[in-house]
């Protein structure tokens, strides 16, 4: 399995931006898919973005498509999620995961989790 390590989190003002990171440890990094998960207080947690080990196909929630990019930098074994226009719905614990395959869109495609890093958006 591979360790993953968020960062980035905090608390921002709807409208306002935020970049999540995520160091990843233990395999080779660009082989693998990469996604973004979030779960709020008192609901499952559901996917939000995914892309492709080359990092050439991504994939998005709809309810934060247009809002959010996710990104890699194989050379830095790190994957990005720039959050714009946040809202106080997009309030949750933001987690990294890793997949076994080159590209996966559902949780339980993904073996390696991280521990979380907190986003919280007032209105």
């Known amino acids: 399995q591979v360790q993953l390590v968020e960062s980035g989190g905090g608390l921002v003002q709807a409208g306002g931006s935020l970049r999540l990171s995520c160091a990843a440890s233990?395999?080779?990094?660009?082989?693998?898919?990469m996604g973004w998960f979030r779960q709020a207080p008192g609901k499952e947690r559901d996917f939000v973005a995914a892309i492709s080990g080359s990092g050439f196909t991504t994939y998005y929630a709809d309810s934060v498509k247009g809002r959010f990019t996710i990104s890699r930098d194989n050379a830095k074994n790190t994957v990005y999620l720039q959050m714009n226009s946040l809202k106080p719905e997009d309030t949750a614990v933001y987690y990294c995961?890793?997949?076994?395959?080159?590209?996966?869109?559902?949780?339980?495609?993904?073996?390696?989790w991280g521990q979380g890093t907190q986003v919280t958006v007032s209105s």
């Open positions: 233990g395999r080779t990094f660009s082989r693998y898919g």
């Open positions: 995961a890793a997949a076994a395959s080159s590209f996966a869109r559902e949780g339980y495609e993904y073996d390696s």
